[in-house]
T-cell receptor, first 114, second 113 residues
């Protein structure tokens, strides 16, 4: 079963615009992670936010976490064609009692048009 | 630093056969997890090994098994293959302690015919 629901399922924007993806989850967490996947290849870890953090930045990425609403959002600013990929949120993993186990949402497919 | 290496990249097998997939984690990483990705079910956790011990297991039938060697390399085996086992199998490694992200391999694309 999947922990998270991601919204929207698909997003198409022009280069230079911002992209926002949302993730909701069901159980208490110790951290939430975001991953990117290009065209059926392996996942790339983007950012991890701990349950006691509300916001985190990494380059053009900004992640927020609202534990009271059990939701997170990923914002990609000034998007580029190279950002075209599927984005997944994941919960669980080490420190949450589910050692080594990540539970993924179904993902958001982002297309950035040049 | 070399990444997570999965072999083979592509595999075609016949129903009823068995298959073994291999994963070499990042040097120093002691945790290796396996995931199955399909269009219908998404990314699903298979199992995780830490220091040669299975630490967690997902909800998959006993046909799916794995092991980890003393050098942290891991293998997963699927016996009596079914058409529904066609998927991208991903392995991920991690230090094994603390809150860190996982490094994934490029995956093995298994097709069962």
């Amino acid at each position: 079963s999947q922990q998270g629901e991601e919204d929207p399922q698909a997003l198409s924007i022009q280069e230079g615009e911002n992209a926002t993806m949302n993730c909701s989850y069901k159980t208490s967490i110790n951290n939430l992670q975001w991953y990117r996947q290009n065209s059926g290849r392996g996942l790339v870890h983007l950012i991890l936010i701990r349950s006691n953090e509300r916001e985190k930045h990494s380059g053009r990425l900004r992640v927020t976490l609202d534990t009271s609403k059990k939701s997170s959002s990923l914002l990609i600013t000034a998007s580029r064609a190279a950002d075209t990929a599927s984005y997944f949120c994941a919960t669980g993993g080490l420190g949450s009692g589910n050692t080594g186990k990540l539970i993924f949402g179904q993902g958001t497919t982002l297309q950035v048009k040049p | 630093k070399a990444g997570v290496t999965q072999t083979p990249r592509y595999l075609i097998k016949t129903r009823g056969q068995q298959v073994t997939l291999s994963c070499s984690p990042i040097s120093g990483h002691r945790s290796v997890s396996w995931y199955q990705q399909t269009p219908g079910q998404g990314l699903q956790f298979l199992f995780e090994y830490f220091s040669e011990t299975q630490r967690n297991k997902g909800n998959f039938p006993g046909r799916f098994s794995g092991r980890q060697f003393s050098n942290s390399r891991s293998e997963m085996n699927v016996s009596t293959l079914e058409l529904g086992d066609s998927a991208l199998y991903l392995c991920a490694s991690n230090q094994g302690q603390g809150d860190y992200g996982y490094t994934f391999g490029s995956g093995t694309r298994l097709t069962v015919v």
